[in-house]
């Protein structure tokens, strides 16, 4: 006897699914707003050349990371790509690494630091330590929730892949374990 079917959901999964089609194109997006995107709005200065070999190796690697969980998560088709919760972490790390990419202080050799975000206020010491904290704070609130995200999709993946195993079971119950054959 196959096991019970679950209930329809008449939920429509369109924000879960509208995000997993951006998860590639915003990824890729983000990291050059963060490496040199910045320069454009006038905060261009060190960082261009330090994130290049600190910063940007690792985002890539945790970016892609994220990505390529997020579509080898292979889920019913009566789900979202993404769970809710899923989305609204790629959402909230993208968000985070924006406001990073915004309020990160940069500085040139005359030593002054700036950041778009500062410039935008007027350039003052107090907007320079304001945006410098707001930096700060993203960067914390992307790793918290980038930690999140991955765990959420390591265990996604693992539960759509034990489903996967029970449906196969169930489809074939006399078929012979994997593994050699025996006599």
């Not at 008449?10 to 983000?30: D, G, K, Q």
């Not at 969980?69 to 968000?95: I, K, M, N, Y």
């Not at 704070?137 to 195993?165: F, H, I, P, Q, Y």
Request: with cysteine; charged share 15%.
């Amino acid at each position: 006897m196959p096991p019970p079917a679950a209930p329809r959901s008449t939920r429509s999964y369109a924000v879960e699914n509208t995000i997993a089609l951006l998860v590639v194109p915003v990824s890729a997006l983000l990291v050059p707003w963060i490496w040199f995107g910045r320069a454009f709005l006038g905060a261009g200065g060190w960082y261009l050349f330090i994130f290049t070999v600190t910063l940007v190796p690792l985002l890539v690697v945790a970016l892609t990371l994220t990505c390529a969980l997020s579509f080898t998560q292979r889920r019913s088709p009566d789900e979202g790509r993404l769970t809710l919760l899923q989305a609204c972490l790629h959402v909230a790390l993208w968000v985070a690494l924006f406001m990073f990419g915004l309020c990160w202080v940069d500085f040139g050799d005359s030593g002054h630091g700036w950041s778009v975000l500062s410039v935008r206020l007027g350039g003052s010491k107090q907007d320079v330590d304001l945006s410098m904290g707001l930096a700060l704070g993203a960067a914390a609130v992307a790793a918290v929730t980038w930690t999140a995200l991955l765990g959420s999709l390591v265990a996604g993946n693992r539960n759509a892949r034990r489903r996967r195993l029970s449906e196969a079971q169930w489809r074939q119950p006399h078929a012979a374990p994997p593994g050699p054959p025996r006599h």
